[in-house]
């Protein structure tokens, strides 16, 4: 049994998180994840592996867009218009559609970051699903993830690694959407689901990790090169070419259920043969 003991999400994609009480699950994972995202002139979208500042930008969620917060900065209203431009842009090999956000949100992000950008919001006429290869006979839709709806680290997997590190991390070094408590450490690597009555979250991929992961997100510096130097002692994977710590998910029944902190979910492991 598994308990959620914090609910995240970046409604700027790689921004600051916000953290929830409770989160409404849909097609795309938690509500108003990711469903904005910076990019260059050209529509190719930026992230803190090349602006580490990014941290330092907190949006917060209102009814109609969503308001943004750096410092020494006004705050930026951005309402979410439906009248907003529709372009092509770009993220890793994926095309998305979406709407550009204005003038005045690209002015706003260019002078705090220093580097000409726009802000686009998904468009949902257009779906972007995770690889098949991975999700199976699931059909999976994202906004701006890096390619899976839902991220699951555990407590326990980061008093592991913290072990291991001269100077411990929190837990929003890597930007999980789902924390879960009261279980050994790595058991997310282990399961195939977390399930509950109305709902079943399926784990389907480990996720690699990134220099991201160096960088405060208090500060929005780079701080060495940990935890990648430790999670490469023990967590390399040749196959996926990179370090692993967490694992992705998506939601095979429940969309439209609420996932609270504190809810408890039953874990159901894979074959022990079938274990990444």
């Given amino acids: 049994m598994a308990v959620v003991g914090a609910l995240h999400v970046y409604p700027i994609k790689s921004c600051a998180g916000t953290s929830l009480q409770r989160a409404l699950l849909t097609e795309t994972g938690l509500q108003h994840d990711r469903r904005w995202m910076l990019v260059k002139p050209d529509g ?22 969503v308001e943004v917060h750096a410092p020494n900065m006004p705050v930026l209203n951005v309402q979410g218009t439906r009248t907003a431009v529709s372009k092509e842009v770009a993220i890793w090999r994926d095309l998305c559609l979406a709407f550009d956000e204005g003038d005045e949100a690209a002015e706003w992000f260019s002078e705090f970051l220093r580097v000409p950008l726009r802000l686009v919001r998904f468009n ?9 290869d991975w999700t199976g006979e699931l059909q999976a839709a994202n906004h701006f993830t890096d390619g899976y709806p839902i991220l699951i680290i555990s407590t326990a997997s980061l008093a592991d690694l913290n072990s291991r590190l001269q100077v411990t991390l929190p837990m929003n070094r890597f930007r999980p959407n789902i924390v879960i408590e009261d279980v050994e450490p790595y058991l997310e690597d282990a399961a195939e689901e ?22 405060n997100q208090d500060t929005g510096e780079v701080e060495g090169d940990e935890p990648l130097l430790a999670l490469g002692k023990y967590r390399r994977s040749l196959a996926l070419k990179g370090v692993l710590f967490g694992q992705n998910a998506v939601i095979a029944r429940g969309v439209g259920a609420t996932v609270n902190v504190g809810d408890h979910f039953d874990v159901i492991l894979r074959p022990v043969n079938n274990r990444s």
């Avoid at 949902?124 to 098949?132: E, K, Y």
């Avoid at 079943?200 to 160096?214: A, D, M």
């Fill in 44 to 65: 190719y979208f930026v992230t803190q592996r090349e602006l580490p500042k990014l941290a330092l930008i907190h949006p917060r969620i209102k009814e109609q867009g």
């Fill in 194 to 215: 977390l399930r509950r009555d109305d709902l079943s979250l399926r784990l389907v991929k480990p996720c690699t990790r990134c220099k991201i992961t160096t960088t």
């Fill in 124 to 132: 949902d006429g257009r779906a972007r699903h995770s690889n098949r």
